[in-house]
């Protein structure tokens, strides 16, 4: 029997060629729309010590916004109709509202003034917000009916009882004062602490403050925007490596949470990181 010439293998080679073509373009396409996918995170916290009152209370969390080239109106509108869907008890906000200081803040402030919650609306800050001052951010957010937590707490009160809710500055640029932020936290309780960056955990991780803190929500890190099948991120802590990157953790005891956030930088592309809003329940028990 004659042998067919050649090998097939030119023929192998061009299969195996726009295979991987296609499947870079899959996956392309699949980092471009992924921004645009809101989702949202439903998750439980038990507090030990939480009073009755405070049982079952819903808070919305979301940080990164960052208004800018990539988003405006039509993504904060979409941002506020997610948060206004589960009527939460209180909105916290966690930082980077906007890409960098030339960014057009109109969107961003006529989407925080429609937001709603019976025991407020509180933020802190981010690095990229520190192209405006504390206090010009302070006035700003207050005519939105925002509360700035700027290194001190707010004492949260429902049915005759109370919860601190505490807020860091920037760990980033050095701002945060943790020992200001926890000093009116009343001996023997625990609080809610906002801080934009979860790597001010070197601050607490094994140290006094965790005895001080019930719960820490965080962003900053966008979750590294892109994910390995959630095994590897781009990290932006040498120290910590690939924890505290993106999601739940424990920590002495508290709960911790690292936001994905809400919008994106450098690049408009996520990969396996979808941008998130978080709703938290609250309940009593260990």
């Not at 590897?232 to 120290?239: I, K, N, Q, T, V």
């Not at 002495?252 to 936001?259: K, M, P």
């Not at 994106?264 to 609250?282: A, D, K, N």
Request: charged share 20%; hydrophobic share 40%; with cysteine.
């Amino acid at each position: 029997m004659a042998r067919r010439a050649g090998c097939g293998c030119l023929g192998c080679g061009f299969r195996f060629f726009g295979l991987i073509t296609t499947a870079l373009i899959v996956l392309f396409v699949w980092a471009l729309v992924e921004p645009h996918n809101l989702t949202v995170d439903a998750h439980t916290v038990r507090v030990s010590g939480l009073p009755a009152a405070f049982d079952g209370t819903t808070i919305a969390y979301c940080s990164d916004i960052h208004v800018g080239r990539y988003a405006g109106k039509p993504e904060m509108d979409k941002l506020i109709a997610a948060i206004a869907e589960y009527a939460p008890d209180v909105i916290c906000l966690g930082g980077d509202y906007v890409e960098n200081r030339e960014s057009d803040r109109g969107p961003l402030y006529e989407g925080l003034a429609q937001l709603r919650a019976p025991m407020g609306v509180y933020a802190v800050l981010g690095n990229h917000d520190t192209g405006q001052s504390a206090a010009s951010w302070r006035d700003k957010l207050a005519e939105c009916g925002v509360t700035l937590l700027y290194n001190q707490s707010v004492r949260l009160t429902r049915g005759g009882a109370s919860l601190t809710l505490a807020g860091v500055g920037d760990h980033t640029t050095n701002q945060a004062d943790l020992s200001a932020a926890l000093e009116d936290v009343p001996r023997g309780e625990r609080c809610i602490l906002l801080s934009h960056n979860p790597f001010l955990l070197k601050q607490i991780e094994g140290k006094p403050p965790a005895a001080r803190i019930a719960l820490m929500l965080c962003g900053h890190t966008h979750g590294g925007q892109f994910s390995l099948f959630g095994l590897w991120s781009p990290s932006l802590s040498r120290e910590f490596g690939q924890r505290y990157i993106s999601g739940w953790y424990k920590v002495d005891g508290f709960d911790e949470l690292t936001s994905n956030g809400v919008g994106v930088t450098s690049i408009p592309l996520r990969f396996m990181r979808p941008p998130q809003v978080h709703i938290i329940t609250l309940k009593a028990g260990a």
